[in-house]
C-alpha cells in the first residue's frame, strides 16, 4: 500500500537551515496523467504517434531498401540514425509545425490552403531535409557507430560532413514536386 503523505524536503535557499517539505502523492494510479489536462494529452498522444510512425515507417524501409540493393549484412548504424532523424524531424517536429500551421490559416479557403502548402513544403520540408543531410551521418559515425557509442565532436567537418549543397537542392526538388502538391491535396481534404 502506498503512503500518500510522504514529506519532500526540498532546499528553498541557499542556506542549510532553510528547507520547506512538501506533501506529496506517490500513489502511481493517482499520479497519471489523469492530472494533465485532456488537451494536453491529446496533443501528447498526437506527437509521441507522430514520433513512433515515423520511426516503425524509416527502420521498416531502410531495412528493406538494403535488403533489395543485396546488402548484407544490414547495416545498422544506419537503420537506426535514419529511425531517429525521422521520428524527430518528420515525426515530432512535422507533426508539432503542421499543426501550429493549420491553428495560424484555419481554414479551407485558397489563400490559406497556398499559405499553408508553401510554409510546410519550403521552411519546414527544407529544415527537414537538412536535417536528414546531417543526422544521418552524424549519427552513423557517432551514436550508432559500429564502433559503439560516442559523443559527436565539436567540429563542423563532422557535423556536416553529409551535407552538399547538390544534395540539399535534389531533395528541395524533390520536394517540390511530390509534397508541394500533396501538402496542398492534404490542407483541402483534411479536417
Known sequence: MWNQNRKITLRTSGTNAEYV???IALDPVKTNVSSIPAEKTS??????????????VACCADMFTQKMEGADPIDYSHVCSLALVAALSSGLMNAYFLKQIENAYPGKGLKQIVYKALISTFPLGCTINALYLIGIPLFSATIFSHDGFRLPPLDHSMIFQGFTIQKFLTLTQVEIIMFLPYHTFAFKLVP
Open 21 to 23: 517539505a512538501l506533501d
Open 43 to 56: 496533443q501528447l498522444k498526437y506527437l509521441g504517434m507522430a514520433f513512433l510512425q515515423s520511426a516503425v
